[in-house]
């Protein structure tokens, strides 16, 4: 097995599927594994064929069981500083990509496991997964942006109660609170994951790009300045080919063909 074997990656046309690939230990995320997740998300990003991507984990009980107890037990205050750093340039990727990240969660999702849901752009779940950021069980807190981004997706109480009792929930809890777009069964769970990805992929990819990019940018500014940044969003959608044929598909009453451009 080599380094890349870490994350595997499967292409059906525009839509690649990354498996993070180290089911002996539930898929936790060690550095090689960081790196290895790291250099797939810069290679999807670079590949203009690529339109959606979705991240989920190998085997039947885990999505990511969280970073890597046995690698952190040992680490220093330098080790650990540079470790979240790693790891949070890593996630960062996912939410800088101008392509949609779909999380198929099909087990355990906790600490940096859950975490590394958080900053994709949807997540689908089997009715099998848990989520938590258990991490004041070992000590420690959340470091992979966990205490930033649930706060910010659930609300302050709900985000306390889940980060300082450390409880592991189940699919249904996490749908309820809006964590979880969808869940399947497990043996439909990647079928779903594939066929939205598909879906967002015939969409035109210069306006997802700005969606995702307007969307994640603007829950950090206030509404009014928000607002205005969509509209400057919508008005460069009008610079590309794409808003012509978009448009012109509809008044053609015909499938759009979309080249990005
Ligand atoms: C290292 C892990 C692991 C992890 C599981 N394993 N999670 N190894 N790091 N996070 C390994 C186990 O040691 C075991 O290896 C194998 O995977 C199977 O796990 P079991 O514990 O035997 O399975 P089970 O009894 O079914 O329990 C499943 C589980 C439990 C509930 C998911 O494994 C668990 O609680 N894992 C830790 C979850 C956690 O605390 N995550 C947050 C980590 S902190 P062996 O060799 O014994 O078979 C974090 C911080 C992020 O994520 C921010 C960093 C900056």
Redesign the pocket.
């Known amino acids: 097995m080599t380094q890349d074997d870490l994350v595997l990656h499967a292409r059906d046309g525009a839509v690649v599927t990354l498996t993070v690939n180290r089911p002996?230990?539930?898929n936790?995320l060690n550095f090689d594994v960081l790196h290895a997740l790291g250099r797939r998300l810069d290679e999807v990003a670079a590949d203009s064929e690529v339109r959606a991507v979705v991240l989920t984990g190998s085997g039947d009980r885990?999505f990511v069981?969280?970073?890597?107890?046995?690698a952190?037990q040992t680490m220093g205050y330098l080790d650990?500083l540079a470790?979240?750093q790693l790891?949070n340039g890593i996630l960062t990727k996912i939410e800088q990509m101008r392509k949609p990240v779909i999380a198929a969660v099909n087990g355990?999702a906790?600490?940096?496991?859950c975490?590394l849901a958080l900053v994709c752009d949807v997540i689908l779940a089997s009715t099998k997964a848990k989520f938590g950021l258990?991490?004041v069980?070992?000590g420690?807190i959340?470091?992979?942006g966990g205490t930033q981004r649930l706060a910010r997706l659930i609300g302050r109480n709900a985000a306390k109660h889940w980060v300082m009792t450390g409880d592991v929930y189940s699919a249904e809890e996490a749908q309820r609170i809006g964590l979880v777009y969808h869940l399947h069964e497990p043996g439909d769970l990647m079928d779903a994951a594939l066929s939205t990805a598909r879906k967002m992929a015939m969409r035109g990819p210069f306006a997802l790009a700005e969606a995702k990019h307007i969307i994640n940018r603007g829950l950090q500014l206030p509404l009014s300045a928000a607002i205005e940044l969509e509209a400057a969003a919508f008005a460069r959608c009008f610079l590309t080919a794409d808003q012509r044929e978009g448009m012109t598909a509809f008044l053609e009453k015909r499938p759009a063909v979309f080249t990005g451009h």
């Open positions: 002996k230990a539930l936790a885990a069981a969280g970073a890597d107890i046995a952190m650990a470790f979240a790891g355990f906790l600490g940096g496991g975490e258990p991490e069980s070992l420690v959340p470091g992979f």
